[in-house]
């Protein structure tokens, strides 16, 4: 039989192995909560930057967004200036042009009647020419003009 001393040496063996083995336990215990808390922490800081990148994302986005409204706002609102303008130059230009239509008008209705009278009055004196020239040629003359054209007939 095992003998006092050798029972409490293998007690003591036991004990100290049950030690080591609770140290040991507790050491992977402790390495693994260390890995679990610094895996929790990694992927709370990858969370974190997806977040941050998200939101730059999405902030770039809707800042090209806007910039992209306000370019489009401001070519609109230069392409109505640009109508506007173009259209109070027609405007303009066709109210010149009207006026110099309406001048050179009654400058042409000015000169036409001129034009006209004396036309009128040459007409009417060739008219009067004849008309003496065909009474001279039948005899019907008035006897005034006797003295300034005498009658060959006689």
Known sequence: MASHDQRFRAGEAKGQTQEK???????????????????AQEAHSAWDKTAQTAQAAKDKTQQAAQTARDRTSETAQNTREKAQNTAGATRDKAS???QAT??????????AGGFLQQTGEKVKGMAQGAAD???????MAPHEDEHEHP????
């Open 133 to 139: 020239a065909v009474k001279h040629t039948f005899g």
């Open 21 to 39: 083995t609770n140290q040991m336990l507790s050491n992977i215990g402790d390495k693994a909560q260390a890995a679990k808390d610094k895996t």
């Open 102 to 111: 309406r001048e050179s008008a009654q400058s042409g209705k000015d000169n």
């Open 151 to 154: 009658r060959r007939d006689v």
């Open 96 to 98: 010149e042009m009207g």
